[in-house]
């Protein structure tokens, strides 16, 4: 779930002439990091509940930026808009159990197609509560992404599950957490952002993971390492690519995630690619990356 770059990241950084294809690079591993850590995750759910899975994710993820506090001191955690961090940490944590807990449930490359309609809920929700204004073209754009999502569901032609229904509930709130980056990102740096997300997100998850808790092996203990450590160093490669080159050389890549998706389902849990999720898939991102686009160029005209 990382369509989005927070925090300014989306802003190109002037630098070298290499810079771009850093980017690119930056934006595959990223891709890996995210798919690897959804693997790693499917892994551990038959052996311990998902929400446990997201406590040790964020816990480790936020040992991994403590030196921020290390270098900087309390400075990153200064700011006027705490509740809107709170919003923020609390959506968020809430996304990611129902996102862990549903990936552990569907198909894996069904999972990735609908994570990718975070941001056409991120639009339908900003019209409903900010009152913005969309266009026809994104309006049509907003039709045939949620057209997208019916072709990877296919009701009443495949069964729609629980993992489907939470997987879905996890993109449509994870689209009000876009929202609420969107506002933080006008006065807050990345740095302050990443900081209170890892305060707020692991003691929001900690407390549903202790009703459920079961004590990890060692072995469970090293593989949510790693879950802790593909997750953060995702994130920090996905907010690097897009410091170093424009959004619109780096989404489409973004899209790389569903063939990872369908590689790793196929060898690991010996899941038979679906086609629908591909074409569905390819809908849905292709909808949310015009949105993007549109968002972006309106905004350097001064326009909604």
Known sequence: MAFLAPGGWGMRRPGLQGDAALGAILMVAATLCFVAMQSLIRRLGGELPPVEVAFFRNLFGFMAIAPIFLRHGLQPLKTKRLPLHMCRGTLQGLSMMAFFTGITMAPFAEATSISFSGPLFATVLAVIVLRERVRLRRVLALAAGFLGVLIVLRPGFAEVGL?????????????????????LSTSESAMTQTAYMGLIMTPITFLPALYVWQTPTLEQLAWLVLVGIFGTVGH?????????????????????????????GYLLFSEVP?????????????????????????ARHGKT
């Open 163 to 183: 993992g489907q229904g939470l997987l879905l509930g996890s993109s449509l709130v994870w689209g009000a957490a876009i929202i609420v980056i969107k506002k």
């Open 236 to 264: 920090l490669c996905f907010a690097s690519a897009f410091r170093r080159a424009d959004s619109s050389a780096l989404l489409p890549l973004d899209f790389l995630r569903l063939f990872w998706a369908s590689a790793v």
């Open 274 to 298: 679906d086609l629908w999720a591909w074409i569905g898939g390819g809908v849905i991102f292709s909808s949310a990356t015009y949105i993007a686009f549109r968002e972006a160029q309106l």
